[in-house]
């Protein structure tokens, strides 16, 4: 599975954005999906996850209630509906997919099959 994301770019804070990851070439079925971020000198951090069935979902506690996570039908795409931004939601946001038959959803280790290339998303002060 190919991911590509998109969709990043420069705010001020308190604004909106959305990114979205598709999959190239296939779809996410029997694959868990997350969303990662990387500032710059940080390790990648888990910021959110849904199931590949989209009943289940997990944020990380400095984004709950602020971003949501979601899966079309198809089940091509997972988009990630960012609020109220801050700049300390400033980082490169990557997806991976990881296969829900061998991992728990809870599990917030980067321990993803696949990955995209990333998106920069600043949000200036």
């Known amino acids: 599975v190919q991911l590509v994301e998109s969709g990043g770019g420069l705010v001020q804070a308190g604004d909106s954005l959305r990114v979205s990851c598709a999959a190239s070439?296939?779809?996410?079925?029997?694959?868990?999906v997350g969303w990662f971020r990387q500032a710059p000198g940080n390790e990648r951090e888990f910021v959110a996850a849904?199931?590949?069935?989209?009943?289940?979902?997990l944020y990380t506690d400095s984004v709950e209630g602020r971003f949501t996570i979601s899966r079309d039908d198809a089940g091509n795409t997972v988009d990630l509906q960012m609020n109220s931004l801050k700049p300390e939601d400033t980082a490169i946001y990557y997806c991976?997919?990881?296969?829900?038959?061998?991992?728990?959803?809870?599990?917030?280790?980067?321990?993803?099959?696949?990955w995209g290339q990333g998106t920069q998303v600043t949000v200036s002060s």
């Open positions: 849904i199931s590949w069935r989209g009943g289940d979902t």
């Open positions: 070439g296939g779809t996410f079925s029997g694959y868990d």
């Open positions: 991976g997919a990881r296969r829900a038959l061998f991992y728990s959803i809870r599990d917030r280790r980067p321990n993803y099959d696949f």
